[in-house]
């Protein structure tokens, strides 16, 4: 597996595999690889003939510093780990490759970024996720990228942003991989300790209540919203938000019918999580 630091150098040799006709999949990820990254990068590897990952950890989209440091970082076992899951190239650059001095861009997706991560980590968050993913999908133009319904919110805005600014990319939605308890797999995982690690299971405990609740007739999103929040409460956890949402606008609904996001973020102990599932009811 080839190692890439720098944006021009990536180009290039991206080039050289459209010439040679080679379809490309891309991976946008922070690192520390777990078997959620992993899955979407045998998917890429199963639908493309060169998969290409990113890792870098971007420091715009983080609004605290202490996450920011304490995110876990180890380049060489994430390499290792990517290349056994099918991955030929890991473009891996540095802060200063990515925003040297005098950058000055920064995107903004409207409407949906706005709503539940939007709403509870400030503009920024989705600022830093936007403009990263442009310029790495600038580096690395491809035919697919790879992303995790684990961050629905993320998904959704940049849909919208590959929409809004012509990127010629495929969206590629791989399934949330969990835990065998049921708690979605994330990075920050790690950073729980056993007490935290069990309470972790209130987002899962809440979604399941939500769910258990529309499939005994809820009438309303009021009354799963009161039926997960009570579920998380009794694992002693208070949800930050608990919302049902329209899966395409992330706009609240109140009648629930159609495409139907149900999301959750809670703080564990040290750590922030968020979950969610995807439903439809005709
Ligand atoms: P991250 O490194 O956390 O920014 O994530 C990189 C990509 O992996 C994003 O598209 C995430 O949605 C996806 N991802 C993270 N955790 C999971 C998971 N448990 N299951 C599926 N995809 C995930």
């Known amino acids: 597996m080839e190692i890439i630091r720098s944006p021009r150098e990536m180009q290039r040799r991206v080039r050289e595999s459209r010439v040679r006709g080679e379809s490309i999949g891309f991976v946008p990820t922070m690192g520390a690889f777990h078997e959620g990254h992993l899955s979407l990068m045998r998917r890429a590897s199963s639908d493309n003939e060169v998969v290409i990952a990113s890792l870098f950890v971007n420091p715009k989209q983080f609004g605290e510093a202490a996450d920011l440091a304490a995110y876990p970082r180890d380049e060489a076992t994430d390499a290792r780990l990517a290349e056994g899951a099918g991955v030929d190239i890991l473009y891996a650059p540095d802060v200063a490759a990515m925003y040297p001095p005098g950058f000055a ?91 935290d690690r069990m309470r972790a299971l209130a987002l899962r405990h809440g979604l399941d209540a939500a769910l258990s609740a529309i499939d005994a007739g809820a009438p309303d999103a009021d009354t799963v919203i009161r039926a997960a929040t009570d579920a998380m409460r009794k694992d002693g956890i208070e949800p930050e938000y608990f919302a049902v949402v329209d899966a395409l606008s992330l706009e609240p609904m109140q009648n629930l019918h159609g495409d139907i996001l149900i999301a959750v973020a809670a703080r564990v102990g040290p750590v922030r999580l968020i979950d969610n599932e995807l439903i439809q009811i005709s």
């Open 105 to 195: 861009t920064t995107i903004t997706v409207s409407g949906v970024s706005e709503v539940l991560e939007g709403a509870m980590r400030g503009p920024s968050h989705f600022q830093g996720v936007a403009t990263v993913v442009a310029k790495l999908l600038n580096a690395v133009p491809c035919d697919r990228v790879y992303l995790g319904q684990k961050d629905a919110q993320q998904v959704a805005v940049l849909r919208r942003m590959i929409l809004d600014l012509d990127f010629d990319v495929e969206v590629v939605v791989c399934p949330t991989v969990r835990e065998s308890d049921g708690l979605a797999m994330s990075s920050r995982n790690v950073r729980l300790g056993s007490d």
